[in-house]
């Protein structure tokens, strides 16, 4: 399989405890995007990795919330001192540079509680 | 208020029917178009795309309108089966080098046998 891998597919933690998921995308894509989508929403873009480089952050990225690929490889994303607020489906997707698809993953579902 | 995505649209068709999914889109300088589906616990899957400078595109049974006159893409599925049951979103993005998608309020289909 080929596609974009992502793990956990489900994680539970307690309030105030520190989280992270990986996400391995298809390998020839360099571009690579991270999105959070809530129950009954559509997915919000987080970020976004041009090769290593993070070029683009949201404003729903907040400090507690870093994301790396540290070797244009896979990608994780760290949420520090984790709140119920931040209970939500994580996804990631990756495309090529000069295409417009998204292939997407199926996702980390973040329970906080 | 803010609860407002918690309720899909919804449509209901008799297996077998055509069905039409609409989507209003806000960004006049978007200049591509994604209609995905997702199904429960999974990612966004691509259905079709269209770019501003065509205003219809078909692929296997599913064609995309677009009208940018007023803002709005629909999603017509030929033959609808119980497969597609599923919520629909579209998604626009525009310039910009991170190309990250704005997706739509989703609407779930449900296929009655």
């Known amino acids: 399989d080929t596609g974009v891998s992502q793990d956990p597919r489900h994680k539970i933690t307690k309030r105030g405890q520190n989280v992270t998921f990986r996400c391995d995308p298809i390998?020839?894509?360099?571009?690579l995007y991270w999105y959070r989508q809530t129950l009954g929403q559509g997915p919000e873009f987080l970020t976004y990795f041009q090769n290593e480089a993070q070029l683009e952050k949201s404003r729903l990225l907040s400090d507690r919330f870093s994301a790396e690929r540290p070797k244009g490889s896979f990608s994780t994303l760290e949420i520090q001192r984790t709140e119920q607020g931040d209970s939500a489906m994580y996804l990631c997707a990756s495309s090529s540079l000069g295409t417009y698809g998204y292939t997407f993953g199926s996702g980390t579902r973040l329970t906080v509680v | 208020g803010e609860n407002v995505g918690l309720h899909l649209p919804t449509l209901s068709v008799q297996e077998g029917d055509n069905s039409i999914i609409n989507c209003a889109y806000s960004?006049?300088?978007?200049?591509?178009f994604i209609w995905y589906k997702q199904e429960s616990g999974k990612g966004p899957q691509f259905i079709i795309d269209i770019r501003s400078n065509m205003d219809k595109r078909q692929g296997q049974r599913v064609t995309v309108l677009l009208n940018k006159t007023v803002k709005h893409l629909s999603l017509q599925i030929a033959a609808t089966q119980p497969g597609d049951s599923a919520v629909y979103f579209c998604?626009?993005?525009?310039?910009?080098?991170?190309?990250?998608?704005?997706f739509g309020s989703g609407t779930q289909l449900t296929v009655l046998p």
């Open positions: 998604a626009e993005t525009g310039e910009g080098s991170a190309r990250q998608l704005t």
């Open positions: 960004n006049s300088a978007s200049d591509y």
């Open positions: 390998s020839e894509h360099n571009r």
